[in-house]
């Protein structure tokens, strides 16, 4: 079986170390389960779709819920565009025009 791998944008890394210990390691595990199984096999709780080609993969941990937002780009290949501290029930638009701004220029 051919792996998928996860890839972050530049920008998101430092999102992603900003977070506490414990949602890093989520974000890992279930990065993980989307190279292992790809992202048809992995669902919710796990990644949940959001519009147009922006997926999440959801992240709780004891301060909070946190998400990283995803498009699949060129074959297998996912790339994790924004990781940020949710702090109301839906995902902000905001987020998800950075998302979309970054793909639009991904390296």
């Known amino acids: ?15 992603l ?3 506490p210990p414990d949602m890093q390691a989520r974000f890992l595990r279930t ?4 190279e292992d199984l790809g992202p048809q096999r992995v669902g919710l709780p796990h990644i949940r779709p959001l519009e147009d080609k ?7 941990g004891r301060d909070g819920i946190a998400r990283a937002v995803y498009a699949a780009v ?6 994790v565009l924004h990781v940020f501290i949710k702090k ?3 995902t902000p638009r905001r ?5 979309l701004k970054r793909l639009e220029t991904q390296p």
């Open 17 to 19: 170390l900003a977070l």
């Open 54 to 60: 922006l997926w999440e993969i959801r992240l709780q």
């Open 88 to 90: 109301t029930q839906v």
């Open 31 to 34: 990065a993980e389960l989307l």
């Open 1 to 15: 079986m051919i792996r998928w791998t996860v890839t972050l944008h530049p920008q998101a890394e430092p999102e």
């Open 95 to 99: 987020a998800i025009e950075t998302a």
């Open 74 to 79: 060129h074959q297998r290949r996912l790339l």
